[in-house]
């Protein structure tokens, strides 16, 4: 991987210790990636929401635990509801703690366990964008031939073009991001509806059913959208 598929992609460090942000951005710069920092909890979420949802935002969030103001359990919860398809990273001293944040309630990416070399940190914001981002401008689920090409909102498997519509594309996008990563309906409600217009779980799952048959057609032998019983749906390329 070079440092070019990296270049102007941005890193948010939200970190109050000056030293370790710095240490942090320093790496991270010299791999290629642009970084903006916040020390403060309180001010992350207004920060995004100027940079979100118009893709101006940034790559990949990397979020200290502790913070003054609103706290890094906080806002992980609210990040992976309000932008699911961002990466978070956890930097965490509380080992415990690893679990929870990896679990379905507030849905990290990944935890680096301080202290931790700034090395190892830009190595996981790598393997991170890596898994979640395709490199030439669409994103392509790992493992899988189903490509989306975000200009013309269409997605295609194995070359042919699905059919979707505006919801499903949208839908198939937020899942393909973080494969494997089950989200609930309520998530995926709040990324096919921007205006937050009151739509019933049986919406998500009938635009999810509908999704479903589409990619059937082509590739009747591959369940790639999963259902996860009482919980919400994954997108799962491979067994
Ligand atoms: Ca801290």
Redesign the pocket.
């Known amino acids: 991987m070079t440092a070019q598929e990296h270049e102007g992609q941005q890193v948010l460090i939200v970190?109050?210790?000056p030293k370790i942000a710095r240490l942090v951005a320093d790496y991270l710069e010299g791999s290629g990636f642009a970084t903006h920092h916040l020390d403060h909890g309180d001010g992350v979420l207004p920060w995004l929401a100027t940079g979100r949802p118009a893709d101006q935002g940034p790559a990949l969030v990397l979020l200290?635990l502790?913070?003054p103001g609103t706290d890094g359990l906080t806002l992980c919860r609210e990040i992976r509801q309000r932008w699911p398809a961002l990466p978070v990273i956890m930097l965490t001293a509380r080992v415990e703690e690893v679990d929870r944040l990896l679990g379905l309630e507030l849905g990290a990416d990944d935890y680096i366990c301080k202290p931790f070399s700034p090395r190892e940190v830009v190595a996981r914001v790598k393997a991170v964008l890596r898994r979640t981002q395709g490199g030439d401008g669409t994103a392509r689920g790992a493992g899988s031939d189903l490509v989306l090409d975000d200009e013309g909102w269409r997605a295609l498997a194995d070359g042919r073009d699905l059919g979707l519509t505006a919801v499903e594309f949208q839908l198939l996008k937020v899942m393909m991001h973080a494969p494997g990563r089950i989200f609930s309906r309520d998530q995926l409600m709040d990324h096919m509806y921007r205006d937050h217009r009151i739509v019933s779980e049986r919406t998500v799952d009938s635009h999810v059913k509908k999704l479903r048959r589409k990619i059937g057609e082509i590739w009747p032998e591959r369940e790639v959208i999963r259902s996860v019983y009482g919980v919400g749906y994954k997108y799962q390329p491979e067994e």
Do not use: A
Request: hydrophobic share 35%.
């Open positions: 970190e109050d210790e200290d502790m913070l």
